[in-house]
């Protein structure tokens, strides 16, 4: 039985992988969003008419099913330390981070959730890449 101490690991590389892993599932998230808008409209309605979305539904879902597997697979070429699949996952996830807060106003809880998971994937992203790199090279 062999054993990775001693090795010299870094602790970032469970960080990208952990962001890899969360990117994926925000992408799971954002394509069954999307398929919701697809398949049945009444979602996104609320009582107060507080969501700033477009009343274009298709288009609303199509946007977020591509979104979805955009994330998805830059989410998997994190895997392999592939350093595109970092900058699209810090563009997608910024943008996705900012584009958070329109769902902000009716779904106050799910935007501070997906929020904070954006922010940790940023953060496991930009810090110590070249140790991660070193790593999964290794």
């Keep these: 039985m062999s054993t990775n101490r001693g090795v010299g690991v870094s602790g970032w590389t469970g960080w990208v992988i952990f962001a890899g892993l969360v990117l994926m599932f925000i992408g799971c998230i954002n394509a069954i969003e999307g398929l919701a808008a697809l398949l049945k409209r009444t979602v996104y309605t609320t009582p107060s008419q507080d969501l700033i979305v477009t009343t274009n539904y298709p288009a609303w879902g199509w946007t977020l099913l591509i979104w979805g597997i955009v994330m998805f697979l830059a989410g998997l070429g994190l895997f392999a330390a592939k350093g595109w699949a970092r900058w ?37 992203l930009t810090i110590h890449w070249q140790d991660v790199r070193a790593d999964l090279d290794a």
């Design 88 to 124: 699209v996952a810090i563009i997608v996830v910024f943008l996705n981070l900012i584009g958070q807060f329109a769902w902000f106003p009716s779904f106050p809880l799910w935007g501070i959730v997906v929020i904070s998971l954006n922010i940790v994937v940023l953060f496991a």
